[in-house]
């Protein structure tokens, strides 16, 4: 028996006995290079609508050639009036290792002006990869969750979106993805958050628990481990190596802002050098208060509007508040809670306490 197959057994016993420890799994921090999900997109036509299809010229173009391969020729200049037929797309995600015969959920989108697919089937449809080869084959009747009404004076309601629908397991797989997982003496796991310190630690919890030199970090996010080349003995190894228990390093102080929502999220590790803040708002507020001026009954003249614009300006009170040295998130919450300010006043101070200098963290605005 090799060196890595013991240290898979005996490895194996000690997380049996181990007790629970408060970290993250490394499945839970990586992904193993080489085993990914692949896209799958594909063009077909969705039949037997209750006549909310669609009129597209690509539609028709589409339903002649289908025609032609059945040996049915329509004639030139002749319109099938294809209300009942929707141009579509599928698309589809193949998992790692996924075999031929195993079946996928698919999505179907209009690609026309069908107004519904519900009710609709979609025909025998390719889809492809992006190498241009053709790894599923999908047909089924859709499951639409939105529907739409119309009445004769052009009113019309809609509930979620009746253009699209899905078709579980609606793909057969017929092509496999090669992968490079059974090659090579390594298997390289990439941190899903790059961290210099978290791939540290991953090569010191893999070292310290299959023995030195079993495991090195390339950079901030690849981490190599030595790997036995028997398949069987690869997926045991990687079922250890993916329980193995890890502390992640802590995230570099942040601050987000969502301007569109006023949503802000301030990082644990964010911190304010002393400062001193004021925010007031300034409201003014324009009126027009049209008034009629109208001549008596025997005075002659022609009745007319006069403007009556009213300007007022209202200045609200502007506390200042003041942070002392090194002040943490607990600090700085009530700090703003005591102030009461709105979010868009607490967006402007953190903006200017980062073109201060003394917002001691990355400030992201998305």
């Keep these: 028996m090799s060196m890595l197959k013991s240290l898979v057994v005996v490895f194996s016993l000690a997380m049996?006995?181990?007790?629970?420890?408060?970290?993250?799994?490394?499945?839970?921090?990586?992904?193993?290079?080489?085993?990914?999900?692949?896209q799958l997109v594909g063009y077909?036509?969705?039949?037997?609508?209750d006549g909310t299809g669609d009129k597209a010229p690509f539609t028709n173009q589409t339903f002649r050639n289908m025609m032609n391969q059945f040996g049915v020729t329509i004639p030139e200049g002749t319109n099938p009036n294809l209300a009942n037929v929707a141009a579509v797309t599928v698309h589809a995600t193949l998992p790692p290792f996924a075999k031929p015969g195993q079946e996928l959920d698919i999505t179907v989108s209009s690609i026309g002006n069908a107004d519904s697919l519900r009710g609709g089937s979609l025909l025998m449809t390719p889809l492809k990869g992006a190498d241009g080869q053709?790894?599923?084959?999908?047909?089924?009747?859709?499951?639409v969750g939105g529907f739409g009404a119309s009445g004769a004076d052009g009113s019309r309601i809609t509930v979620?979106?009746?253009?699209?629908?899905?078709?579980?397991?609606?793909?057969?797989?017929?092509r496999e993805?090669?992968?490079s997982f059974q090659q090579g003496d390594t298997i390289t796991f990439n941190l899903l958050r790059p961290d210099f310190t978290t791939a540290r630690r991953v090569v010191e919890v893999v070292n310290g628990t299959l023995g030195p030199d079993m495991?090195?970090?390339?950079?901030?996010?690849?981490?190599?481990?030595?790997?036995?080349?028997?398949?069987?003995?690869?997926?045991?190894?990687?079922?250890i190596l993916e329980n193995l228990e890890v502390d992640p390093a802590e995230d570099a102080a942040k601050v987000v802002i969502n301007s569109r929502t006023g949503t802000i999220v301030v990082g644990q590790n964010v911190k304010v050098?002393?400062?001193?803040?004021?925010?007031?708002?300034?409201?003014?507020?324009?009126?027009?208060?049209?008034?009629?001026?109208?001549?008596?009954?025997?005075?002659?003249?022609?009745?007319?509007?006069?403007?009556?614009?009213q300007i007022a300006i209202t200045e609200e009170p502007a506390r200042m508040f003041q942070f002392g040295p090194a002040t943490t998130l607990n600090d700085i919450v009530q700090a703003v809670n005591q102030?009461?300010?709105?979010?868009?006043?607490?967006?402007?101070?953190?903006?200017a306490l980062k073109q201060a200098g003394a917002l001691r963290a990355q400030l992201i605005v998305i």
């Design 273 to 309: 050098s002393p400062a001193a803040i004021t925010h007031g708002n300034l409201t003014v507020t324009i009126e027009e208060n049209p008034e009629v001026s109208q001549p008596g009954a025997f005075a002659g003249g022609d009745t007319a509007i006069t403007q009556n614009t």
């Design 339 to 351: 102030v009461g300010a709105a979010p868009g006043d607490v967006m402007a101070v953190l903006e």
């Design 134 to 143: 053709v790894y599923a084959m999908a047909q089924g009747s859709l499951v």
């Design 215 to 239: 495991a090195y970090a390339h950079d901030a996010t690849s981490v190599s481990v030595r790997a036995p080349r028997d398949p069987s003995q690869r997926v045991s190894f990687l079922s």
């Design 160 to 174: 979620n979106v009746p253009s699209v629908g899905r078709i579980p397991n609606g793909a057969t797989i017929e």
């Design 16 to 38: 049996m006995a181990a007790g629970p420890v408060l970290a993250d799994r490394l499945k839970d921090l990586a992904r193993i290079q080489g085993v990914r999900n692949n």
């Design 177 to 179: 993805v090669i992968s």
């Design 44 to 49: 077909g036509l969705v039949v037997g609508l």
